[in-house]
Nanobody, 114 residues
């Protein structure tokens, strides 16, 4: 099983990025999917979740700016990030979650700076 995240980079405040995570050896259809992030010097935190039934949940800090999508034919989960703020700077991780297991991607760096 492997989750490969991509799409990170350097962006100016107010800009946008789209993160994607593709799975191999795992069918996303049966898992809740999510994005977490770890800012410098801080603990990892949940950003957005989409359940296998399609329900979404967002951290208060990203509501209205980020959109999670997934459970598609391409077996990917994506995070559209708009109106980015320096506080969004972090390593972003995708995850596929089931009651007794979780599979994490390797992380992709997002830096928001002018």
């Amino acid at each position: 099983v492997q989750l490969q995240a991509s799409g990170g980079g350097l962006v100016q405040p107010g800009g946008s990025l789209r993160l994607s995570c593709v799975a191999s050896g795992l069918d996303f259809s049966f898992y809740n999917l999510g994005w977490y992030r770890q800012p410098p010097g801080k603990q990892r935190e949940q950003v957005a979740i989409i359940t296998s039934g399609g329900r979404t949940n967002y951290a208060d800090s990203v509501k209205g700016r980020f959109i999670i999508s997934g459970h598609n034919a391409e077996n990917t989960v994506s995070l559209q990030m708009n109106n980015l703020d320096p506080e969004d700077t972090a390593v972003y991780y995708c995850v596929a979650m089931a009651p007794r297991s979780a599979y994490w991607g390797q992380g992709t760096q997002v830096t928001v700076s002018s």
